[in-house]
């Protein structure tokens, strides 16, 4: 179990992942593209995009290696508090520079391990068209590879019994990219050289959300 300032559990975040296998297969039919992707050891960050609440359990249940995931502190209330830090997910203020959340993944990185990040924020369109720079931030200092995951078919249908969710067995999309680095080259973390990384990172998120769509058969976006 974790508190608001220890290093978020390994062994939490692979009960979690344990947790997410069975939910997600249990209740969609999700379809994994290119796991294989993802380094098999060492930092890496998974930046997804968000269009529904299940896109991150879904990560979490379909990638390879357990996941810590950046998650807004308005999902931490009541039970649901001590249950996600006990699986090792991160509570963020996103209304300001969180500096306890920043460390605890700059943490998570330094020791080896999968951060997950929204790159937009929030949830929204899911079509990685507005990127804060906070990804840029935690690749460079942290030396870590970004993989871009796209989850695609969780906004496609409403279900019948539960209308938020995607219907029953429904087929789900998640979509592993070849992993790049943010940086140039140079070793700069300089607020130009975020502000560039963030450029050259929603590129290559757009570019595999495109290609997603068309190797899923998914609607294409114009």
């Known amino acids: ?46 930046a997804v995009n968000h269009s529904h609440n299940i896109d991150g359990p879904m990560l979490m249940g379909t990638a390879p290696r357990p996941v810590h995931f950046l998650i807004k502190k308005e ?13 090792g997910q991160l509570k963020v203020d996103r209304t ?35 990127l804060r720079a906070g990804l840029a931030y935690f690749a460079l200092r942290g030396a870590a590879p970004i993989v871009p995951v796209a989850v695609l078919g969780s906004t496609e249908a409403r279900g019948r019994l539960i209308s938020v969710l995607p219907p029953l067995r429904s087929r789900v999309d998640v979509v592993f990219g070849d992993a790049f680095d943010a940086g140039d080259g140079s070793g700069r973390r300089t607020r130009k050289a975020l502000d560039e990384a963030t450029v050259r990172i929603q590129r290559k998120l757009a570019a595999h959300l495109e290609d997603a769509r068309r190797l899923t058969g998914r609607p294409v976006k114009t």
């Not at 290093?7 to 692979?14: D, F, T, Y």
């Open 96 to 130: 300001a520079a969180d500096r306890t959340a920043i460390t605890q993944a700059l943490g998570v990185l330094a020791q080896g391990g999968a951060l997950g990040i929204f790159p937009e924020g929030t949830r929204g369109e899911g079509d990685f068209a507005s």
């Open 75 to 87: 999902a931490f209330v009541g039970p649901l508090d001590p249950f996600l830090r006990g699986i």
């Open 1 to 46: 179990m974790t508190d608001a300032t220890s290093a978020p559990s390994a062994r939490g975040a692979a009960v979690g992942r344990g947790i997410g296998i069975g939910l997600m297969y249990g209740l969609w039919k999700p379809r994994v593209l290119g796991a294989w992707r993802v380094p098999a050891a060492g930092p890496v960050i998974l």
